[in-house]
């Protein structure tokens, strides 16, 4: 199957520093999805992103599908940006979603 | 949770008992989905289904089953529950059309001693 590997595992940084997150997927896809999971559990969709770039305030990701990779840009990070960021791909769109997950980047924002 | 419903969302219970999760949405999206996340392997699929009455394996289905009698309402049971069971269990859903992103429900957390 499908393998998504993320890096780096764990990112500590300070209020107001920018910060990447990458995800490496093993085969062509056609869904990609950004996740962030706060620290009390709750899994929140941040970027549908199968090509190209997206932004949303202060993040932003980018996919390149011949690649095969994610890129997730956080800038001016928050205390409240701390928590887990997951991608999750699948290899078709539309439909039932079978998406794989990589095992998260625990990103740590002190103030 | 904008829509979803996980009941409960804290369950302690013993081997062998049977246990079921409740997943209720009101947003009348066509998918729904089971996952269960435990430390080292991210989220992973157990079921989901993609009409009444219309449900698949995931990628760790193995002692688990589903059922959805009413679009609203998609329910996992464990006929005998297992330590290797105990997790947090996300329901979530999608719709058919559209950037059919994935919306997660709250979680339920279930410990099998």
């Known amino acids: 199957g499908i393998q998504v590997e993320q890096s780096p595992p764990d990112l500590i940084l300070q209020e107001g520093a920018n910060s990447t997150l990458r995800c490496n997927f093993s085969?062509?896809?056609?869904?990609l999805q950004w996740f962030h999971q706060n620290p009390w559990g709750q899994l929140i969709n941040l970027f549908y992103?199968?090509?190209g770039t997206k932004q949303n305030g202060r993040l932003s990701a980018t996919t390149v599908a011949t690649e095969r990779y994610s890129l997730l840009y956080i800038s001016s990070s928050q205390t409240t940006d701390s928590g887990v960021y997951f991608c999750?791909?699948?290899?078709?769109?539309?439909?039932?979603?079978?998406?794989?997950f990589g095992q998260g980047t625990r990103l740590t924002i002190n103030p | 949770d904008a829509g979803i419903t996980q009941s409960p969302r804290h369950k302690v219970t013993e081997t062998g008992t049977p246990v079921t999760l409740r997943c209720h949405q009101t947003?009348?999206?066509?998918?729904m989905y089971w996952y269960r996340q435990d430390p080292g392997h991210g989220l992973r699929l157990i079921h989901y289904?993609?009409?009444?009455?219309?449900?698949d394996k995931g990628e760790v289905s193995d002692g688990y089953s589903v059922s959805r009698s009413k679009t609203e309402d998609f329910l996992l049971t464990l006929e005998s529950a297992t330590s290797s069971q105990t997790s947090v269990y996300f329901c979530?859903?999608?719709?058919?059309?559209?950037?059919?992103?994935?919306?997660f429900g709250a979680g339920s957390r279930l410990t099998v001693l």
């Open positions: 979530a859903i999608s719709a058919q059309s559209g950037a059919n992103v994935l919306t």
């Open positions: 085969d062509s896809v056609n869904n």
């Open positions: 992103i199968p090509s």
């Open positions: 999750a791909v699948d290899l078709v769109s539309g439909g039932a979603q079978k998406l794989v």
């Open positions: 947003e009348n999206h066509r998918y």
């Open positions: 289904s993609y009409g009444v009455k219309d449900t």
